[in-house]
C-alpha cells in the first residue's frame, strides 16, 4: 500500500493545469508556439506559487520528444523521465546549498558538453538570488555567450538581490499569489477526485492559511484528512489550525457597533474560557474588517460567496468608514502589542476598550478627565487665549469620522492666531494619526478662512475641556431638565400617586 501525498500526486505536469498563472502561461505558449526561445528565464515569486513546477513543464515543452511545443506528451521518455525526476539534461540546482562559485564554475564547465539526452540541457537554478557574487560571474561568462544548447531557468523569491547584469540577460516572468477563490476551487476538484468528502468553509480555511501557495494548501488537506478521519470537516479544520470560530468575532464587532462594552466583554471571556488563540483572533478581526471596508467602498467587489457575506454586509451598514480603518489600525497595533500584554486576553481586552475610547458617541463611557461642561465656563487652566473656545470651534468644524473625534476629543493647549496645539490622552494617541490631523488643519482652515499650523501631543488632560466633554455635560443638563419637568407635570404626579409608578428613565424628544 502506498500513499503519495497529494502535494506531489497533483503537482501540475501541463501548461494548462497550471492554476493561477495564466498571464505566464500564455507569454510562454506564445514563444513556444512560434519557437522563438530565449536562453534564459527568470521565474519569481513567493514560496509555494509553482516556480520549479512551471520550470520542469518547460523543461519538457522543449524537450519532448514530439518537438518543441506548449502541450508535451507526457509519454516519451524525455516527458516520463522530466515528471520522475531522472532526465540526465535536466540539472535542478539549489542555490541556498550550492552557493560555492568553484561548484558553480564546475557546473558551468560541464554546460560545454551537448546534451545527452535531449534537445537542451537545462539548468533549473532554485533561489538563486542566494549566489555568492563571484558565482554570480562565472554564471555571467555562460549568459554572455550561452551555447546553443543550453537553457538557464532561475527561480527566485527575491529578484531586487539578483546583480542586474544578470537580470538584463534573463526573460523575466512575475508568478502570482494564487487568489483564496482558485485554490478553493482546485482543492474542490482534487477532493473529489480522490472521492474524499470535504466542506467547502474547511476548503476557505485552508486556502486562507496556505497564503497563496497551492503546495501548502495541498499538504494541508493531507494532515486535515488524517486529523479528521477522511470526511474534511469545518469543525476538524478549525480545530486542526486553531482558528477562531469567526461567529465569535462577528459577535464582538456587533457589540462594538451598538457601544455594548458589557457585551463586547462576555464574547472576550467566551473565547477566552475555549483557550481559542487571541492572536489569531485580532488577525481574523483585522480580516473581517477589510471585508467591511470592501462592502463599503466597492459592495460588488465582495464575492457573492465570500464568507458570512450577511453579516459583513450588516456592519458595513451601521460602522463608519473611518472607525473601520481605525478598529482595523488598532487591531493590527493590538497583535504586535501581544507580547508585550501581560497576558493575551489584557492584550486582546484592552485593544476592544481602545475601539470604544475612539468612537464617536460614548454613552456612559469615559470621556477626557474633569467634569467638564457640567460647570459651564471652566477657564483653561493653559490656554493663553481664553477667547478662542476650541470645544465650541472643535464642534463646528466639518469633519467625519477618526478626524471628527480627534477635534471633538482633543483639549487646547496653545493657540496664537496662526498656530494651533492641541492634545489628546495618551489612550487615544491613534487619533494623531498625520492623515487625520490634516484633516483637522483643512477644515479648521476652511472654518477660520486662513491657512492655520496645527500640532496635536500626546497628553493627558490638559484642562478637561472637550467638545465630547461639553456635549456630554449638555445631554446631562438636557436629561435633568426633562427628568424635573416630566416629574412635575400635573398627569404625570397622578399616575404616580394613583398607580404607586416611579419614573425610571426620561428621554428627551431630540
Ligand atoms: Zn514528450
Known amino acids: ?19 493561477g498563472q495564466e498571464h505566464v502561461v500564455r507569454a510562454l505558449t506564445n514563444a513556444l508556439e512560434s519557437q522563438r526561445l530565449h536562453h534564459a528565464y527568470l521565474l519569481a515569486g513567493t514560496r509555494g506559487v509553482g516556480k520549479t513546477t512551471l520550470a520542469r513543464i518547460l523543461a519538457k515543452a522543449i524537450n519532448c520528444e514530439t518537438g518543441i511545443t506548449p502541450t508535451p506528451c507526457g509519454k516519451c ?9 531522472r532526465f540526465v539534461d535536466l540539472i535542478e540546482v539549489d542555490a541556498a546549498t550550492n552557493t560555492r562559485v568553484d561548484e558553480m564554475r564546475q557546473l558551468l564547465e560541464n554546460a560545454v558538453y551537448v546534451p545527452t539526452r535531449g534537445r537542451f540541457k537545462v539548468y533549473v537554478i532554485d533561489e538563486v538570488h542566494m549566489l555568492s557574487n563571484s558565482a554570480f560571474n562565472a554564471m555571467l561568462k555562460t549568459l554572455e555567450e550561452p551555447p546553443e544548447h543550453i537553457k538557464f531557468i532561475l527561480a527566485t523569491t527575491e529578484p531586487q538581490k539578483i546583480p542586474v547584469t544578470v537580470l538584463s540577460r534573463c526573460l523575466q516572468f512575475n508568478l502570482k499569489q494564487m487568489p483564496a477563490p482558485a485554490i478553493v476551487a482546485h482543492l474542490e476538484r482534487v477532493l473529489k477526485e480522490e472521492g474524499v468528502p470535504a466542506e467547502t468553509p ?36 478549525r480545530a486542526m489550525l486553531g482558528t477562531v470560530d469567526t461567529g465569535f468575532l462577528f459577535d464582538l464587532l456587533d457589540a462594538v457597533a451598538r457601544r455594548d ?30 471585508r467591511v471596508a470592501l462592502a463599503q467602498a466597492a459592495p460588488e467587489a465582495l464575492p457573492e460567496d465570500a464568507p458570512e457575506r450577511e453579516r459583513v454586509t450588516a456592519l458595513a451598514g451601521v460602522l463608519d468608514p473611518e472607525d473601520v480603518q481605525l478598529y482595523y489600525q488598532i487591531a493590527l497595533n493590538a497583535r504586535e502589542d501581544l507580547a508585550l500584554a501581560p497576558d493575551e486576553y489584557t492584550g486582546f481586552t484592552m485593544a476592544l476598550m481602545r475601539m470604544y475610547a475612539f468612537a464617536p458617541e460614548t454613552v456612559g463611557g469615559t470621556p477626557p478627565a474633569i467634569p467638564a461642561g457640567r460647570q459651564g465656563n471652566v ?35 496653545a493657540f496664537d492666531g496662526d498656530s494651533l496645539e492641541v492634545a489628546v490622552p495618551p489612550e ?46 449638555e445631554r446631562r443638563a438636557r436629561d435633568e431638565q426633562a427628568s424635573a419637568q416630566i416629574g412635575a407635570d400635573p398627569l404625570v404626579r397622578e399616575l404616580v400617586a394613583g398607580f404607586d409608578a416611579t419614573i425610571e428613565s426620561v428621554k428627551p424628544v431630540e
Open 1 to 19: 500500500m502506498s500513499y503519495q501525498v497529494l502535494a506531489r500526486k497533483w503537482r501540475p505536469r501541463t501548461f494548462a493545469t497550471l492554476v
Open 77 to 85: 521518455s524525455a516527458c516520463l523521465e522530466i515528471d520522475a525526476g
Open 261 to 290: 462594552a458589557a457585551a463586547t466583554l462576555a464574547v472576550a471571556d467566551a473565547m477566552e474560557t475555549r483557550s481559542l488563540s487571541f492572536d489569531d483572533g485580532l488577525a481574523e478581526l483585522a480580516r473581517i474588517l477589510h
Open 202 to 237: 474547511a476548503l476557505r480555511l485552508v486556502a486562507h492559511a496556505a497564503r497563496g501557495s497551492m503546495r501548502d494548501a495541498l499538504s494541508l488537506i493531507d494532515q486535515a484528512i488524517a486529523y479528521s478521519g477522511g470526511h474534511v470537516t469545518e469543525a476538524s479544520v
Open 428 to 473: 487615544s494617541r491613534a487619533l494623531a494619526d498625520k492623515g487625520y490631523v490634516e484633516k483637522l488643519k483643512a477644515a479648521l482652515a476652511d472654518h477660520l478662512g486662513r491657512p492655520v499650523r496645527v500640532t496635536v501631543r500626546i497628553a493627558a488632560a490638559v484642562n478637561g475641556r472637550t467638545a465630547a466633554g461639553v456635549a456630554e455635560g
Open 379 to 413: 477657564e483653561p487652566t493653559q490656554a493663553p487665549d481664553s477667547r478662542f473656545d476650541w470645544p465650541a470651534v472643535a464642534r463646528a468644524l466639518k469633519l467625519t469620522g477618526a478626524a471628527k473625534q480627534l477635534a471633538e476629543r482633543s483639549e487646547l493647549v
